[in-house]
């Protein structure tokens, strides 16, 4: 069994003024539709759980053709949607297939996606990673040795790849050890996105 805690952070650019929206979860049929209130509009498909749309202050930081989510997706899975009766009355969107349940929280105010897995032996996968697919025309300091424009030959399973003067990159790299890379991210000019990792946010062997 692996239970990992994550979360996905907006952090928005000091001499920008957040736009009241109103904290709020709809759906318009195939998907979930959820307002922080200070900005952040996520919005999710219900058939697969994939975020096809992250806008912060109207400005979409979504990468348009690929989705984030775990792993290459989760593919069909039953999703559901509640508001839980705390203080806060955070809105829980629930994942589940065989094996695998993908939890995701909000909070008023907060532009965070609070996010658990769990993972039991009924699914087996090679690796389990959540990845967020982002415009690097709006989120522009990526990592240059994790950027792959013109390297297109494989070294490693294609995790590795080269260019034509035999210059390497990876989309892995960040030049800190994973494990110690408790806050990552990148920024634009307007807004800032970041993961937090928790000390469960790592998998270990089940």
């Known amino acids: 069994m692996r239970l990992l805690y994550a979360a996905f952070a907006f952090i928005l650019a000091p001499f920008i003024s957040a736009e009241e929206l109103g904290y709020s979860a709809t759906s318009d049929g195939s998907k979930w539709i959820i307002t922080s209130g200070s900005g952040l509009v996520v919005t999710m498909l219900r058939s697969s759980c994939d975020i096809v749309s992250l806008k912060y202050n109207n400005q979409e930081l979504q990468y348009k053709s690929a989705n984030t989510h775990i792993n290459s997706g989760l593919g069909s899975v039953t999703s559901s949607i509640k508001t839980l009766s705390d203080a806060k009355k955070t809105i829980q969107i629930t994942c589940s297939k065989t094996g695998l349940t993908q939890y995701y929280f909000f909070r008023p105010n907060e532009n965070m996606i609070y996010m658990g897995t769990y993972h039991s032996k009924d699914l087996q996968l090679p690796e389990l990673r959540f990845l967020a697919r982002l415009s690097r025309s709006v989120v522009t300091s990526g990592i240059t040795a994790a950027a792959l424009d013109g390297f297109d030959v494989a070294v490693e399973a294609e ?10 990159r990876s989309k892995f790299y960040s030049g800190v050890p994973h494990i110690d890379d408790t806050i990552h991210g990148a920024f634009g000019s307007k807004v800032g996105v970041y993961f937090v990792m928790s000390p469960q946010a790592y998998e270990t062997s089940i």
């Open 159 to 168: 995790d590795v790849v080269a260019n034509s003067a035999g210059i390497t």
